[in-house]
């Protein structure tokens, strides 16, 4: 599924509400838009990390293959993990979106990114260079979990995520 896929969350929400088995999970709407695109799905790609986006450099300067990156960044408010360098990597190298438990910089350069792109909320202030984290582990995003290989579905209205991807 490509970023012009047509679906709609709220149309996924009302076939799925019923799930009781944790397959089908929605996002909580917290998360502002960024990017230039909003609506976008993919498969997930999970990277985990605190105060240091070394693991996000590491995986939108891959290519993305019309996937979603989802980075638990602990909800901090403190650091930017993603900013305009990294949003034009990700658009470059295909990801079809970035879906960030953190901040984001540079919010007038990610808005000409040609990915969907959410987070928090925006910061000017950068992340450490550690080297620390993860990637392609469960991670919890707003009291959500997500795992690598679920499918990811944004748009205006908000986000799901499913086990699998779902039809449409």
Known sequence: MSQAASFATCDLCDTHKNDGAGVFR???????????????????????????????????????????????????????LLGG???????RNGWAGVVID???????????????????ASMPLPTEKRSEGQRDVAVQIQGVWVRPGDWLYADEDGMVVSDHRLPG
Do not use: H, M, Y
Request: positive net charge; glycine residues 14%; hydrophobic residues 45%.
């Open 26 to 80: 929605v996002l909580p709407p917290v998360f502002r838009d960024f990017g230039g695109r909003v609506r976008f799905s993919g498969a997930v790609v999970t990277v985990k990390c605190f105060e240091d986006n070394t693991p996000v450099k590491a995986a939108v300067d891959s290519a993305g293959e019309g996937r979603v990156l989802v980075v638990d960044g602990g909800g901090s408010l403190r650091r930017a």
């Open 102 to 120: 953190g901040c984001v910089r540079d919010v007038a350069e990610l808005a000409l990114c040609q990915t969907g792109i959410r987070a928090l």
């Open 85 to 91: 360098n990294l949003g034009a990597a990700a658009a």
